[in-house]
């Protein structure tokens, strides 16, 4: 991938995540699915929002293991 490439896909997602609405994420819950998502006030771990509504914050280590922070 060149890097005009790399730049247009960025540009691309940062605009997607810019119109999001929240609907995929929603139908992801309403199928019993979790999500997982950014909060600015907890930057440094990803938070986790199970359909029942709970939350937690995890951290991913470079195996792609997920782990439990703490809950919110």
Do not use: F
């Amino acid at each position: 991938m060149t890097n005009a490439e790399e730049e247009r896909l960025w540009a691309d997602l940062e605009q997607a995540l810019a119109q999001d609405d929240g609907h995929a994420a929603q139908s992801h819950l309403a199928a019993g699915r979790p999500v997982h998502y950014c909060d600015d006030r907890h930057p440094d771990a990803i938070v986790r929002e199970w359909p029942d509504g709970r939350r937690e914050l995890v951290a991913v280590d470079g195996d792609g293991h997920v782990r439990v922070v703490r809950s919110l």
